[in-house]
């Protein structure tokens, strides 16, 4: 049985200006977290009390002075490694039990200034880099089909907007944990470039190639909400500008995943691309060497960086994790200081070459899965006649983002299936407000 119940911001800031109190908002939302968490797993802590506190503090606000902005009233869940004064950060781990954060991090502070309402902090893989099935909380089913897995890391964060705990969810992205999520709950999924939101606050992955951003039911959200995190509007400015989509320029790149793709996705992408042709859209294909140096750079480097920040504290505690992440640990410890180097150089290499794959292009568009939603007993999702891991498919299909610093947008796309499929839409580092504004014109699942 379906338990999605999609929230807008946007809407609800409608209905907010209409007269709607936030705190009717958090009722409706604690009471479905309430209800169906316990079949689902979302989230891993909530203060009833004080949400609604913060409500009614809102409430009150909003009646004397007005609306702050558009967040002013939306309830918002957080991944579990994002700090929330006075609530515990655990990255869903024993090895921080008993964690309280002293401060916000500079995103929520950011948020609650914008007036956001933090409901949740919601469940995810261990350390961002342990398994589907977390030793400690257990596994996150889909709202959309509980014997169905959410993908991850982000998994609680993308449930929790699916089943209407909260408007929109924040995440963390290292090598696509917002955009695998996105893509196996329905939604849509934002990696911002690299850096653009303050991470002082939130506990780190791989530092150079973490990224904070939502997950939400539009677009318009994404933007909405980012804004929020930064505490300041986008600005669009740099070399790349947002163009209508009868004059855009749309690049698919099969080398850049270079992996089979169900053809329920398959399918899918060829009819999002047929969609975006008949809108005007130019599609052209571009070629990626070194791909598979490039995928295995991006892997080093991942491991070496979450190695450098947890591989103490895991040593001093080692009962305090599960096998998942002392398994990554002990394969980020057979990489020398020769093959980090090389992953560092095979990086910044195309990096420098960025411009030759994004020349005349507008956006960058690549499946954001092989495969539609994965099991939830073992997050493996089906490609033709044979089963795949879901996450880990993220070093071809997601990872490139990451290592290239620039901003990505998962969007679902109609399938034949009961899920959709998703797409993901990249531009140029730096040009997020671009990319957003591109995305709006372009087709989706919830197009019509």
Not at 282 to 310: C, M, N, S, T
Not at 324 to 337: E, F, G, T
Not at 413 to 434: E, H, K, N, T
Request: charged share 20%.
């Amino acid at each position: 049985m379906s338990l999605v119940h999609h929230l807008s911001v946007s809407k609800l800031g409608e209905a907010i200006d209409g007269g709607l109190s936030p705190v009717s908002i958090v009722e409706d939302c604690l009471s479905r977290i309430k209800a169906h968490d316990g079949q689902i797993n979302a989230i891993l802590f909530c203060d009833p009390d004080q949400t609604l506190e913060a409500a009614r503090r809102a409430e009150a606000e909003i009646r004397t002075t007005g609306r702050r902005g558009p967040l002013h009233g939306i309830p918002v869940a957080l991944k579990d490694m994002i700090d929330v004064k006075g609530w515990p950060t655990t990255a869903a781990s024993r090895l921080y039990d008993g964690r309280i954060a002293e401060n916000d991090a500079v995103c929520v502070a950011n948020l609650k200034a914008a007036g956001a309402i933090m409901i949740a902090k919601t469940n995810m893989h261990e350390l961002t880099l342990g398994s589907h099935d977390n030793p400690w909380f257990g596994k996150v089913a889909n709202p959309l089909d509980p014997s169905r897995g959410t993908a991850g890391t982000s998994s609680g964060s993308a449930a929790a907007v699916a089943a209407g705990f909260c408007a929109v969810a924040i995440g963390s992205d290292t090598g696509g944990s917002n955009r695998s999520v996105a893509a196996a709950n329905g939604l849509f999924g934002f990696k911002p470039s690299n850096g653009l939101v303050d991470a002082t606050g939130s506990l780190p992955t791989a530092r150079s190639l973490d990224a904070l951003g939502p997950i939400a039911t539009s677009i318009a959200d994404l933007r909405l909400t980012t804004e929020a995190m930064l505490g300041r509007p986008l600005v669009r400015e740099g070399a790349q500008r947002p163009v209508p989509i009868k004059s855009m320029t749309i690049a698919i790149c099969t080398d850049l995943y270079g992996a089979d793709l169900d053809p329920s996705v398959a399918c899918a992408v060829t009819k999002w691309l047929d969609g975006c042709r008949d809108r005007g859209a130019r599609i052209i294909e571009r070629a990626f060497p070194r791909q598979k140096a490039f995928v295995d750079a991006g892997l080093i480097l991942l491991l070496h960086e979450f190695a450098q920040d947890y591989g103490g504290q895991i040593d001093a505690a080692p009962e305090t994790v599960g096998s998942a992440v002392h398994a990554m640990l002990d394969h980020a410890r057979r990489y020398s200081a020769q093959d980090v180097a090389a992953a560092r150089a095979t990086r910044q290499m195309v990096q420098n070459r960025l411009g030759e794959l994004m020349d005349g292009v507008d956006i960058l568009a690549i499946p954001t899965a092989p495969g539609l939603a994965p099991r939830l007993t073992d997050e493996m999702t089906r490609v033709g006649d044979t089963h795949v891991p879901f996450g880990m498919a993220g070093g071809t299909f997601r990872r490139w983002a990451n290592m290239l610093a620039m901003p990505a947008i998962a969007i679902p796309v109609s399938s034949d299936d009961l899920f959709p499929a998703s797409i993901q839409l990249a531009a140029r580092p730096g040009a997020d407000s671009a990319l957003l504004d591109m995305a709006l014109t372009v087709p989706n699942a919830f197009d019509g």
